[in-house]
């Protein structure tokens, strides 16, 4: 089955700089790798995903890319603020009925 | 985009009762739910694979017996934790498709429910 590794586990960077999270999968029949902000006690909320077939998707500070030859699809958030401050987990899929298989996540402090 | 509500969103219990959590999909169908379990500062650890209309599919090392899941229409999955015990005591999150989208697309989640075991 598919395997999603997360790094790095914790990342601190100071308002304003960028911040980088990666992520390599296992299956590479997997086509579709959202990244979820989950605040403390709520639930996992979708900020972007990209699909196999394109390499880049930027929405504002966000921008998501994938590498499909290496397994590899990371997450880029510029000009970075205080209420970026949560956990970020990347996750794979490859089919409709089979369920979304996580990182480990990501604690991101944004200092100020 | 699609609800997904789910409740109660917080219970406490007494060792050996019995919890129902309900998840539902307020806006449209969902022939499949999946439901996770998350331990304070982890990942969400899918526990099982909830189908409407026939048995649950269960992650290795989940107990079925323990867990009942239950998917009695497409818009609604129940998970019962059974004869809970101190280590149950987590956040449970449910989460479903809109599969009438057609290609895979956004898992939408439930708001999460969390269990304490006394």
């Known amino acids: 089955g598919e395997n999603v590794e997360q790094h790095p586990s914790t990342l601190s960077v100071q308002e304003g700089d960028s911040a980088v999270i990666k992520c390599t999968y296992s299956?590479?029949?997997?086509?579709?790798f959202p990244w979820y902000k989950q605040e403390l006690g709520k639930r996992p909320q979708l900020i972007i995903d990209?699909?196999?077939?394109?390499g880049e998707k930027k929405d504002q500070r966000i921008a998501v890319t994938l590498n499909k030859t290496a397994k590899h699809f990371s997450l880029h958030i510029t000009e970075t603020q205080p209420e970026d401050s949560a956990v970020y987990f990347c996750a794979a899929v490859n089919s409709g009925n089979t369920p979304l298989v996580f990182g480990k996540g990501t604690r991101l402090s944004v200092i100020a | 985009g699609a609800v997904v509500s789910q409740h109660p969103s917080r219970v406490i219990c007494k060792s050996g009762t019995s919890v129902k959590i309900e998840c539902r999909s307020l806006d449209f169908q969902a022939t499949t739910m999946f439901w996770y379990r998350q331990f304070p500062k982890q990942s969400l650890m899918l526990m099982a694979t909830?189908?409407?209309?026939?048995?649950?599919?269960?992650e290795q090392g989940v107990e079925k017996d323990k867990f009942l899941i239950n998917h009695a229409s497409l818009t609604l999955s129940t998970l019962t934790v059974t004869s809970a015990h101190p280590e149950d005591s987590s956040f449970y999150i449910c989460?479903?498709?809109?599969?009438?989208?057609?290609?895979?697309?956004?898992?939408?989640f439930g708001p999460g429910t969390r269990l304490t075991v006394l």
């Open positions: 990209i699909r196999s077939n394109v």
């Open positions: 299956d590479s029949a997997s086509n579709y």
């Open positions: 909830s189908n409407e209309g026939s048995k649950a599919t269960y």
């Open positions: 989460s479903a498709r809109d599969l009438w989208g057609g290609s895979v697309s956004e898992q939408f």
